[in-house]
């Protein structure tokens, strides 16, 4: 992972760009570490670079992209390698020979990260139909309408990334990287596509406010960010009470952000932060279940800046049932009223309070046999 910094600092949430990049070896040999030299180069000389934070992924296999999107949150994805005339990308296999994914699957792929992945660019022969396909789920997608040289992809994204670290939008930085493809002399200017141009001009990385993404009201993202703003650090806490690893929480407080914004309005009902600790507390049930590698409680140390008697106290919740522990941490850590937890955990307020009683009980015993 490459952090592409100013100064020796990188602000609170830089847009990441993940740079995937697959050549199978049955395919021709795309030079695609020059590719991606070319543009941390050009990133490094924007004025605005410590926006843009660039992380590597080579021999890309399809399902290993999914991964890292799910483990890097990109904003822009960057995907460098072969296309086909019959609408599909070439990944690598586990023995790095090649494997065709269609506009189709691409679009259910990209599709599932609607509202994080902002930008896609494909840099790949043939790939104007995925972008399209891809287009239905992110704000802005590029894509190359016939064959596309090293030469150009290298000089097309070189010129594109250098405009995004400078803080131009995308629709600016893609005008520019096709006027370098003409000024380096290159016939293919006219390969390029860009879909989505009208939000494309809202998206630039220059520490501003993004646009709402692509089927997302305005408002609601507005207020899931003042939400998320005001919140976050009660948030992390919250789920720092069912995972002890305070990126994991960081992560949990992300994901659960996306569903927020991806949720039916009239889910949250007229208390979206009612909404958003519900969303915290599944993500993180969901992320203990599913990375059983986590450490477990209580032996593991706390990672989130707590006192000691709170530390002590997180160890001991998680030992208990998970009804019991929401209900206690909503109680006593989130100091939320009975009416609000009955509400966030869709219970009945008598069960509430029998829970609280319980965790308390157990607790209370717990914290004495530690003495």
Same mark, same amino acid.
């Given at each position: 992972?490459?952090?592409?910094?100013?100064?020796?600092?990188?602000?609170?949430?830089?847009?990441?760009?993940?740079?995937?990049?697959?050549?199978?070896?049955?395919?021709?040999?795309?030079?695609?570490?020059?590719?991606?030299?070319?543009?941390?180069?050009?990133?490094?000389?924007?004025?605005?670079?410590?926006?843009?934070?660039?992380?590597?992924?080579?021999?890309?296999?399809?399902?290993?992209?999914?991964?890292?999107?799910?483990?890097?949150?990109?904003?822009?994805?960057? @995907?460098?390698?072969?296309?086909?005339? @019959?609408?599909?990308?070439?990944? $690598?296999?586990?023995?790095?020979?090649?494997?065709?994914?269609?506009?189709?699957?691409?679009?259910?792929?990209?599709?599932?990260?609607?509202?994080?992945?902002?930008?896609?660019?494909?840099?790949?022969?043939?790939?104007?139909?995925?972008?399209?396909?891809?287009?239905?789920?992110?704000?802005?997608?590029?894509?190359?309408?016939?064959?596309?040289?090293?030469?150009?992809?290298?000089?097309?994204?070189?010129?594109?990334?250098?405009?995004?670290?400078?803080?131009?939008?995308?629709?600016?930085?893609?005008?520019?990287?096709?006027?370098?493809?003409?000024?380096?002399?290159?016939? $293919?200017?006219?390969?390029?596509?860009? @879909?989505?141009?009208?939000?494309?001009?809202?998206?630039?990385?220059?520490?501003?406010?993004?646009? /709402?993404?692509?089927?997302?009201?305005?408002?609601?993202?507005?207020?899931?960010?003042?939400?998320?703003?005001?919140?976050?650090?009660?948030?992390?806490?919250?789920?720092?009470?069912?995972?002890?690893?305070?990126?994991?929480?960081?992560?949990?407080?992300?994901?659960?952000?996306?569903?927020?914004?991806?949720?039916?309005?009239?889910?949250?009902?007229?208390?979206?932060?009612?909404?958003?600790?519900?969303?915290?507390?599944?993500?993180?049930?969901?992320?203990?279940?599913?990375?059983?590698?986590?450490?477990?409680?209580?032996?593991?140390?706390?990672?989130?800046? /707590?006192?000691? &008697?709170?530390?002590?106290?997180?160890?001991?919740?998680?030992?208990?049932?998970?009804?019991?522990?929401?209900?206690?941490?909503?109680?006593?850590?989130?100091?939320?009223?009975?009416?609000?937890?009955?509400?966030?955990?869709?219970?009945?307020?008598?069960?509430?309070?029998?829970?609280?009683?319980?965790?308390?009980?157990?607790?209370?015993?717990?914290?004495? &046999?530690?003495?």
């Amino acid at each position: 992972m490459t952090d592409v910094e100013r100064g020796g600092v990188v602000p609170p949430n830089p847009a990441v760009v993940l740079l995937a990049g697959a050549s199978p070896r049955d395919r021709a040999e795309l030079a695609i570490d020059a590719e991606f030299d070319a543009i941390e180069a050009s990133i490094r000389q924007g004025s605005h670079r410590e926006f843009l934070r660039v992380v590597l992924s080579h021999e890309t296999e399809a399902a290993e992209l999914i991964e890292k999107m799910l483990d890097d949150d990109p904003t822009v994805v960057h @995907f460098a390698g072969h296309g086909t005339e @019959f609408d599909e990308l070439l990944f $690598e296999t586990a023995d790095g020979t090649a494997a065709a994914v269609d506009a189709d699957v691409l679009s259910r792929m990209f599709g599932a990260f609607t509202g994080v992945v902002r930008c896609v660019v494909l840099c790949a022969c043939y790939s104007d139909a995925q972008a399209a396909a891809v287009a239905n789920h992110v704000d802005c997608v590029i894509g190359m309408s016939d064959r596309f040289s090293d030469a150009a992809s290298h000089t097309f994204a070189a010129s594109f990334y250098r405009s995004l670290a400078s803080g131009r939008d995308v629709a600016t930085a893609f005008d520019l990287a096709v006027v370098h493809i003409d000024l380096a002399g290159i016939p $293919e200017s006219k390969t390029p596509a860009l @879909f989505g141009r009208e939000r494309a001009a809202m998206l630039r990385f220059d520490g501003g406010a993004a646009p /709402a993404a692509v089927g997302i009201p305005a408002d609601r993202e507005m207020l899931g960010r003042e939400l998320y703003d005001e919140h976050y650090l009660s948030l992390v806490r919250l789920a720092s009470s069912v995972i002890d690893s305070v990126s994991v929480c960081e992560g949990v407080v992300q994901e659960a952000f996306v569903k927020f914004l991806q949720a039916d309005p009239a889910d949250a009902g007229e208390d979206g932060l009612t909404l958003l600790r519900r969303l915290v507390l599944e993500v993180a049930a969901s992320r203990r279940s599913l990375q059983p590698g986590l450490p477990q409680p209580p032996s593991a140390p706390n990672v989130v800046d /707590a006192p000691d &008697e709170v530390t002590a106290v997180l160890r001991a919740i998680r030992t208990l049932a998970s009804s019991d522990a929401n209900a206690l941490v909503l109680d006593r850590l989130q100091r939320l009223s009975a009416e609000e937890i009955s509400t966030t955990l869709g219970d009945d307020p008598d069960a509430v309070a029998n829970a609280v009683t319980s965790a308390i009980s157990t607790v209370t015993a717990l914290l004495g &046999e530690r003495s």
